[in-house]
Structure formats: structure tokens, C-alpha cells
């Protein structure tokens, strides 16, 4: 290179030499102390990112015991995903001590202990609890301690919580949300039975649901997400319950099988009436879940989308029925009576609003197309429709079936549409979608 042996990276300023050991899985990141006489203090005062998935089986507990007590802090990303407690209470009996110890700013820790028969049955060290240092919080398969509202938790500068398949209390809930004022985004998919959300700081809730949930003040809450659901149809559905007032932007996905929404104080139903007590007018993107073979929650839509007035992003997701299932079968009946007697009420976002649609999982069946020309009939502000179609769809068979709708104004209107070939994977995820830099994450 015309530099003979001059050794350039090693001359660079400590500060940027720090942000390329933090780059590097953290066995290579050690050994750049053996380097040169320049590197050897370099590792052990740039803050800590060790993730154990890059270590090997046999010496893994071992190895992060050694980096956890080696490492003087802080400590910017801890990563134990495959680290019980159990194995590190053997090879260093302090470490949740010292990671409050060492100012853990993201810490993931998800319990894999091969000997539990239930994974989340093991207690959570109290400890972790009493890093107030932490931005970051990821839990997994975990029981929190029956001692939580004795311990002192504050988390100053907890921005993200992601909790998945703890085992708590409604209760716990809140006192983790009250312990966290700067709090932006919470993750739940845990079997919380009530949730009644307070905070001043959130923005986003991703939650699965079992009997209750209820925006009660909230007011930066822009993005409410419903996880599938864990239990069975049969159950009775989740009472969704929002304010007209709410500042909520984005929601769904609602599913009519699984949730009933309650705005203020009316519960909505299929003959719902639009008025200022039962709409929500803040709410840009919507997605909902339908069955579009089952009447009952065919119904619904015209009402939820009247919930809703000034959406311009709607998604509508197709879902089939669990045909073990006896409740909710499909009549197998086409339902254009209804889709027709529905036209005549207008809906507002419809006919103002929308201007782009996105069907995800369309399977052109009849009942889908007949809720597509209600779409084109009312949608006066629609510029874009999106089909999305299943694994091993193609688009010619939705074209032949579109000929065949016999329908004068749909087949012109479909110059608006456009499908997404199957070999499109949906890359909707957790993270993706509680990322609050994300416009639209069903999109």
C-alpha cells in the first residue's frame, strides 16, 4: 500500500480504536490485549457488549463468569440467552450483582434450564431488578420474585421492556411500568389478565390479551399492537376499552373473534351507530383480522371501520378457522346481501380518507372479492390497493377470478391494484414492530 510497516489503525485515537474492539464478539475483542503494548489497556476500558451466542457450549458459563468479573464496566450490551442461572451461580455466584453493579445499560436474559419441566418456572434474581443503570430490558421464561413490591426498582433510563412468558401478577405490571418514568415502548406476552395501562411516557404496546385490557392515561400511547391471542375461541373475548380522546395513531390488529372493543363507555356492536362518543379520530393506520366465511364477524367490520373515521392506511388480514374448532364455522354462504345493504350507511374513512389498502393473505375467495367491490363502491379516496397473496398463490388465478366477479365498475377500478407475488416472505416481527421509527409496521 506504499506505507512500508507503519502500523496506521494503531495510531488512531483511543476512542475510535474502543468503537472497533465493541464491533468485535468479545473472545476477539479480549485477545486484542496481546496486540501491541498500544492495545493491551484498550478492551478492558471500552464498555462491555458480550452476547454468549458467540461462545462455545462446553466453556460458555465459564467464559462469560470470567468476562463478567474481568471487565471493570460499564457494561453497554449484555446478551445471555443461553446461560441459565443455574450455570452461572456455580461459575460466579455474584453476577447479578454485578451486572447492577456495573451499570448494564441492555441486558437480555432469557432462562434455558434443560432440567425444568416448565421453562419459566425458575425465580428471576432479585438483583437484575436493581439495575437501575439499564436502557433495555429483555425477560423470557422467568418467574418474578414474590417479593417485587419490597423491592427497591427504579429504572430511570429504562426506555424498552420486553417481557415474554413471564410468569406475574397484574399487579407486577404496574409496578414495573410505575418504576419506569422515561419508559417508550413495552413489550407483553405474558398471561396478564387485567391491564389497565397507565404511564406518562409510553408510546408503543405490543400485548397478548386474556380478559381485560384499557387505555387509562396514556396520553403519548401512539401505537397499540395485539399479539395473537393464547386462548383458546371458545373464550370469551378480551375487552378492548380506549378513550374518544385517546392520541393513538396506529392499531390492531383488532380481530372481531377475539376482541370486543369498548370506546368510553359503549361496547360496539354490529348496528353501532357513529357518534362523538364512539369513535376514536385520531387513528391513521388500522388493521383488522376477519374471517371473511364467518358472518358474525363480517358484520363487524363496516361497524369498526365507522370507529375509526380518519384512517388512511387500512390493513385487512384474511384468516381462515381452526377446523377443530366447532364455534365460529363458516356458513360456506356468499355474503353480497349484506356487503350491498352495508353501502348504505356510509363510512367516513372509507369514503374521505383511505388512501391506501393493503390485504394481506388474500386467497380470492369469493367472500374476500365481495368485500373488495363493497371497497371500490365506497373508497372515494383509495389511490392503492395491495394484495398480498399466500405461500404458492399466483396472480393469474386472481386476475381470472376478477373477470369472472362480473362487476362493470370493479373490473376499471382494479387499474388501482397491485399484487405482491408469494415468494414475498411477511417480514412483520416484534421488533419490527415496536419500533417507533417505523411508520407503519404492518406494512
Known amino acids: 500500500?506504499?506505507?512500508?510497516?507503519?502500523?496506521?489503525?494503531?495510531?488512531?485515537?483511543?476512542?475510535?480504536?474502543?468503537?472497533?474492539?465493541?464491533?468485535?464478539?468479545?473472545?476477539?475483542?479480549?485477545?486484542?490485549?496481546?496486540?501491541?503494548?498500544?492495545?493491551?489497556?484498550?478492551?478492558?476500558?471500552?464498555?462491555?457488549?458480550?452476547?454468549?451466542?458467540?461462545?462455545?457450549?462446553?466453556?460458555?458459563?465459564?467464559?462469560?463468569?470470567?468476562?463478567?468479573?474481568?471487565?471493570?464496566?460499564?457494561?453497554?450490551?449484555?446478551?445471555?440467552?443461553?446461560?441459565?442461572?443455574?450455570?452461572?451461580?456455580?461459575?460466579?455466584?455474584?453476577?447479578?450483582?454485578?451486572?447492577?453493579?456495573?451499570?448494564?445499560?441492555?441486558?437480555?436474559?432469557a432462562n434455558r434450564n434443560p432440567s425444568s419441566a416448565q421453562p419459566n418456572s425458575l425465580c428471576l434474581p432479585a438483583d437484575i431488578l436493581r439495575c437501575s443503570s439499564l436502557e433495555q430490558l429483555f425477560l423470557s421464561f422467568w418467574t418474578l420474585p414474590d417479593q417485587l413490591p419490597r423491592i427497591p426498582v427504579?429504572?430511570?433510563?429504562?426506555?424498552?421492556?420486553?417481557?415474554?412468558?413471564i410468569t406475574m401478577s397484574d399487579q407486577d405490571l404496574h409496578h414495573l411500568i410505575a418504576a419506569s418514568p422515561v419508559l417508550e415502548t413495552l413489550v407483553v406476552a405474558c398471561s396478564i389478565k387485567h391491564f389497565h395501562l397507565r404511564s406518562q411516557s409510553l408510546r408503543c404496546v405490543l400485548a397478548y390479551l386474556l380478559e381485560d385490557f384499557a387505555v387509562v392515561e396514556a396520553p403519548l400511547l401512539d401505537r397499540l399492537i395485539f399479539l395473537n391471542p393464547l386462548h383458546s375461541v371458545t373464550a370469551d373475548p378480551?375487552?378492548?376499552?380506549?378513550?374518544?380522546?385517546?392520541?393513538?395513531?396506529?392499531?390492531?390488529?383488532?380481530?372481531?373473534?377475539?376482541?370486543?372493543?369498548?370506546?368510553?363507555?359503549?361496547?360496539?356492536?354490529?348496528?353501532?351507530?357513529?357518534?362523538?362518543?364512539?369513535?376514536?379520530?385520531?387513528?391513521?393506520?388500522?388493521?383488522?383480522?376477519?374471517?371473511?366465511?364467518?358472518?358474525?364477524?363480517?358484520?363487524?367490520?363496516?361497524?369498526?371501520?365507522?370507529?375509526?373515521?380518519?384512517?388512511?392506511?387500512?390493513?385487512?388480514?384474511?384468516?381462515?378457522?381452526?377446523?377443530?374448532?366447532t364455534a365460529y364455522e363458516p356458513t360456506g354462504d356468499h355474503h353480497a346481501k349484506f356487503w350491498q345493504e352495508a353501502s348504505a350507511s356510509p363510512v367516513e374513512c372509507l369514503r374521505s380518507h383511505v388512501k391506501g389498502m393493503i390485504f394481506h393473505q388474500f386467497r380470492w375467495h369469493q367472500n374476500e372479492f365481495e368485500f373488495l367491490k363493497f371497497v371500490a363502491k365506497n373508497a372515494k379516496a383509495l389511490q392503492s390497493l395491495l394484495l398480498v397473496l399466500p405461500k404458492g398463490k399466483v396472480a393469474d388465478e386472481v386476475n381470472e377470478m376478477i373477470d369472472k366477479v362480473g362487476y362493470p365498475f370493479f373490473r376499471a377500478w382494479t387499474s388501482k391494484v397491485s399484487l405482491v407475488s408469494p415468494k414475498v416472505e411477511n417480514d412483520w416481527s416484534l421488533k419490527k414492530a415496536s419500533d417507533i421509527t417505523v411508520d407503519d409496521p404492518f406494512r
Not at 427504579?154 to 412468558?165: A, D, E, G, K, N
Not at 356492536?269 to 357518534?275: F, P, Q, R, W
Open 1 to 109: 500500500m506504499g506505507h512500508g510497516d507503519d502500523d496506521r489503525i494503531s495510531a488512531l485515537h483511543d476512542d475510535l480504536l474502543g468503537k472497533i474492539i465493541s464491533c468485535l464478539q468479545v473472545k476477539e475483542a479480549a485477545r486484542t490485549a496481546a496486540l501491541a503494548s498500544r492495545w493491551r489497556h484498550l478492551w478492558r476500558y471500552t464498555p462491555l457488549v458480550l452476547n454468549d451466542e458467540h461462545l462455545p457450549e462446553p466453556t460458555r458459563a465459564a467464559v462469560v463468569a470470567r468476562v463478567l468479573a474481568g471487565h471493570p464496566g460499564p457494561f453497554r450490551t449484555v446478551h445471555l440467552r443461553h446461560c441459565s442461572s443455574a450455570f452461572l451461580s456455580r461459575e460466579l455466584p455474584e453476577w447479578p450483582r454485578i451486572l447492577a453493579a456495573k451499570a448494564t445499560q441492555t441486558l437480555v436474559f
Open 154 to 165: 427504579v429504572f430511570p433510563f429504562l426506555q424498552r421492556l420486553t417481557m415474554i412468558s
Open 238 to 325: 378480551v375487552t378492548v376499552r380506549i378513550a374518544s380522546t385517546s392520541s393513538l395513531r396506529v392499531l390492531g390488529y383488532m380481530d372481531p373473534k377475539f376482541h370486543k372493543l369498548q370506546i368510553n363507555d359503549n361496547i360496539i356492536k354490529h348496528d353501532t351507530v357513529a357518534s362523538p362518543s364512539t369513535v376514536v379520530p385520531r387513528i391513521k393506520i388500522l388493521a383488522l383480522k376477519v374471517n371473511f366465511s364467518v358472518l358474525e364477524e363480517v358484520k363487524m367490520v363496516p361497524s369498526l371501520l365507522r370507529c375509526f373515521p380518519n384512517v388512511h392506511t387500512l390493513h385487512i388480514q384474511s384468516v381462515m378457522c381452526d377446523s377443530s374448532k
